[in-house]
């Protein structure tokens, strides 16, 4: 039987390379000269940190072009507030990765209005879309792609 899986996963080692390219960008600009600006990986998101919040901001920009050319889904990143104290401001950026339950039961109830025949699972972060047939199996990709804007989603493990 026929099926593929829908994820929502970032390439971290893109990540990591939109990270060292913002720090380079930023270590040149002429706006940041004499600043301690950086970006900083961490497990579960990025951490911007510099002296004011239009720093900040620049930099918030900066990162957005360079993960948009590494094919990375501006989708993916969920922003925090600006956090200021007397000389440092810092922004915390979490990356969010895998289909949440609430958003995965919202996607097996939009599979099922289709009123194709075709039947979604939810299997942890995942969702498991299965039918008999392929073509029932794209029309469920693509209108799955003009519905979903909220979540930057993959379809992966296509099989027949």
Same mark, same amino acid.
């Given at each position: 039987?026929?099926?593929?899986?829908?994820?929502?996963?970032?390439?971290?080692?893109?990540? #990591?390379?939109?990270?060292?390219?913002?720090?380079?960008?930023?270590?040149?600009?002429?706006?940041?000269?004499?600043?301690?600006?950086?970006?900083?990986?961490?497990?579960?998101?990025?951490?911007?940190?510099?002296?004011?919040?239009?720093?900040?901001?620049?930099?918030?920009?900066?990162?957005?072009?360079?993960?948009?050319?590494?094919?990375?889904?501006?989708?993916?990143?969920?922003?925090?507030?600006?956090?200021?104290?007397?000389?440092?401001?810092?922004? #915390?950026?979490?990356?969010?990765?895998?289909?949440?339950?609430?958003?995965?039961?919202?996607?097996?109830?939009?599979?099922?209005?289709?009123?194709?025949?075709?039947?979604?699972?939810?299997?942890?972060?995942?969702?498991?879309?299965?039918?008999?047939?392929?073509?029932?199996?794209?029309?469920?990709?693509?209108?799955?792609?003009?519905?979903?804007?909220?979540?930057?989603?993959?379809?992966?493990?296509?099989?027949?």
């Amino acid at each position: 039987m026929p099926s593929f899986d829908i994820v929502s996963e970032v390439d971290m080692h893109e990540v #990591t390379n939109a990270v060292d390219q913002t720090n380079r960008e930023t270590g040149n600009r002429f706006d940041f000269k004499g600043v301690d600006a950086t970006v900083k990986q961490t497990d579960t998101g990025l951490v911007l940190e510099s002296e004011n919040d239009f720093q900040i901001r620049q930099m918030l920009d900066i990162l957005h072009k360079k993960i948009a050319k590494r094919g990375i889904e501006l989708a993916a990143l969920a922003e925090g507030e600006i956090e200021t104290s007397l000389n440092k401001a810092t922004l #915390t950026v979490t990356i969010r990765q895998g289909i949440d339950q609430d958003s995965a039961k919202k996607l097996v109830k939009l599979i099922k209005g289709t009123k194709l025949k075709v039947q979604g699972s939810i299997q942890g972060d995942k969702v498991r879309v299965s039918g008999k047939k392929r073509d029932e199996l794209q029309e469920t990709i693509s209108m799955l792609k003009e519905s979903c804007s909220d979540l930057p989603l993959q379809y992966i493990n296509f099989r027949d």
